[in-house]
């Protein structure tokens, strides 16, 4: 089985969990996954998503402990799903090999696929405000002699980053080789003109 929204095998919780979902009526399924997806696109009021799921097991006779352990492997699932892109159909297709039905597979990659541009913008949102790049220095270097000889004649390169930390600043210190820092460098650019397509 080959999903999309991580290399390794889930955990035997995740196809309980959206075997569980199953069980959920489309309304009360919509109304779950819009909590949760609302709780991604609005991180900052936590205690809201549990009162709120407080008040869904009240008024759908839902096991709290049960829902709880759903709404988790939701919210895993929609951060893996957003960190590795994944489209609405990749979506549907991992939920149904996680046990979910056809049908309400097909709802919850919908109500993703509506939302998942505001979610985007609020994890990159919160990356860039938490770890905000103040300063940086570099220095490039050839090595001259190591007791390694095939070390001998190879470039780096020296970062000293400096990072605001969310109110406290952090220096961090990298050692890349040429091919490493070819390969940040490519990172870089991808992540800005992510965050130029968001903005």
């Known amino acids: 089985m080959?999903?999309?929204?991580?290399?390794e095998t889930p955990e035997d919780q995740y196809f309980v969990d959206f075997g569980n979902l199953n069980k959920l009526q489309a309304e009360q399924l919509a109304q779950l996954n819009s909590l949760v997806i609302t709780f991604l696109s609005t991180p900052d009021q936590a205690s809201q998503l549990v009162s709120q799921l407080e008040e869904f097991s009240a008024e759908n006779s839902v096991?709290?402990?049960?829902?709880?352990?759903?709404?988790?492997?939701?919210?895993?699932?929609?951060?893996?799903?957003?960190k590795r892109n994944?489209?609405?159909?990749?979506?549907?297709?991992?939920?149904?090999?996680?046990?979910?039905?056809?049908?309400?597979a097909q709802l919850i990659s919908q109500q993703w696929k509506s939302q998942v541009a505001a979610i985007s913008r609020v994890a990159a949102g919160q990356t860039l405000m938490v770890n905000q790049l103040i300063d940086m220095e570099w220095r490039f270097g050839v090595t001259a002699a190591d007791s390694d000889m095939r070390k001998v004649g190879n470039s780096y390169l020296q970062l000293k980053l400096v990072v605001d930390k969310g109110g406290k600043t952090e220096e961090m210190f990298m050692e890349l080789t040429l091919p490493q820092?070819?390969?940040?460098?490519?990172?870089?650019?991808?992540?800005?003109s992510s965050l130029e397509y968001l903005s």
Do not use: C, W
């Open 2 to 7: 080959a999903l999309h929204f991580t290399s």
């Open 63 to 82: 096991p709290l402990n049960g829902l709880k352990n759903i709404t988790k492997s939701l919210l895993i699932f929609f951060k893996a799903a957003l």
């Open 86 to 104: 994944l489209s609405a159909s990749h979506v549907k297709d991992d939920l149904v090999q996680l046990g979910l039905s056809e049908e309400k």
């Open 181 to 192: 820092f070819y390969s940040f460098l490519h990172e870089m650019e991808r992540a800005k």
